[in-house]
């Protein structure tokens, strides 16, 4: 069984700086699909960045040139890099996991993924 664990939540001001980490455990392919979802109170969970098997990565036009996703196979992590965060970046971020692999750049809804972490909360305050 894929366990999915966040961390590296917090509360930063407006233009601050989180790193996101992403522990995975079980048995996930290298070539996994996998993304950083977010969800605010009264909204839907969206895709804000996800790495493709092929490595190449995807962001939602709301994230691009400030986030930047990552991931070290060695220690089964994913990271989320937020620069120049700003209060509507305020969300539950999580973590997620595919069993398919995955290409393209188009936005995966959150029912094309299988495994999910906890959530993680950032709070950005302006």
């Known amino acids: 069984q894929v366990q999915l664990v966040e961390s590296g939540g917090g509360s930063v001001q407006s233009g601050g700086s989180l790193r996101l980490s992403c522990a995975a455990s079980g048995f996930i392919s290298s070539r996994a699909c996998m993304g950083w979802f977010r969800q605010a109170p009264g909204k839907e969970r969206e895709e804000v960045a996800r790495?493709?098997?092929?490595?190449?990565?995807r962001y939602a036009d709301s994230v691009k040139g400030r986030f930047t996703i990552s991931q070290d196979n060695a220690k089964n992590t994913l990271y989320l890099q937020m620069n120049s965060l700003k209060p509507d970046d305020t969300a539950m971020y999580y973590c997620?996991?595919?069993?398919?692999?995955?290409?393209?750049?188009?936005?995966?809804?959150?029912?094309?993924?299988?495994?999910w972490g906890q959530g993680t909360q950032v709070t950005v305050s302006s």
């Open positions: 997620a996991a595919a069993r398919a692999y995955c290409m393209g750049g188009g936005r995966f809804s959150p029912e094309q993924y299988n495994y």
């Open positions: 790495i493709n098997s092929d490595g190449s990565t």
